[in-house]
């Protein structure tokens, strides 16, 4: 049978020559792979139509982790802790996310993923989790200890969810390396799991669309610490096989 072609949106970023280049992390290509997808990265153009060109190729999409989403695109005026932000990376992200939903297409996002998808939807972001969620447990703990694999906080799942049947439990153990996170969900859209302390850590669509969207990142866990992991990027490839 075919294997599933699962469209990777590309991250601008500098080698150690200070040289540009487009790339998505090996680990994001390993999880798919291992789950019987075969991954296709797509560029960060300003030609939409080239983006729309490769999106056509794809039966899925996963949006991948990385900088802030800018405030702009959900109409607040930047933190003072906002990180990062690569406008051109927003644009192409928003628009496959977008295209997804009008097609019916399965879609997946991950870390910054489920920031974009809840963007591109209608939804709004905390632009800094530290500061105006001072409660709130360190979402940044694998960025300290620079293990990415380490489990770092349970995720309590709605036991109705796709993800709570997939991996076959209502908890599960994630690590965590954001300061973003959702805050008011996109119409369209529900939580599904939450950290200890309320943060939003998964939500999916309540459509017929398949949107599953985690703020931890499984493609480090799967294969090492959480094996249940690898049962999620497996459902999410037999639904773009069909």
Known sequence: MKRPVIGISCMNCRDGNESDLMAVRPAYLRAMEAAGGVPLLI???????????LYAMCDGILLPGGDDVDPTFFGEEPHAHLGDVDRRRDVVEIALARWTHEDKKPLMGICRG?????????????????????????????????????????????????????????????????????????????????????????????????????????????ATT????????EGFIVACGL
């Open 114 to 222: 489920i920031q974009v998808i809840n963007v591109a939807f209608g939804g709004t972001l905390y632009q800094d989790v530290p500061s105006q969620l001072p409660e709130a447990l360190n979402h940044q703990a694998n960025y300290t200890t620079r293990q990415w694999d380490l489990l770092s906080h349970r995720i309590a799942l709605e036991p109705t969810s796709w993800l709570a049947k997939r991996l076959s439990g209502n908890t599960v153990m994630g690590n965590t390396m954001h300061h973003q996170a959702v805050k008011d969900l996109a119409p369209g859209m529900r939580a599904v799991g939450h950290a200890p302390d309320g943060v939003i850590e998964a939500m999916e669509g309540t459509g017929d669309q398949l949107v599953v969207a985690v703020q931890c990142h499984p493609e480090y866990l799967w």
């Open 43 to 53: 560029p960060i153009s300003d030609d939409l139509d080239v983006v729309r060109t």
């Open 226 to 233: 959480e094996p249940r992991w690898l049962h999620v990027f």
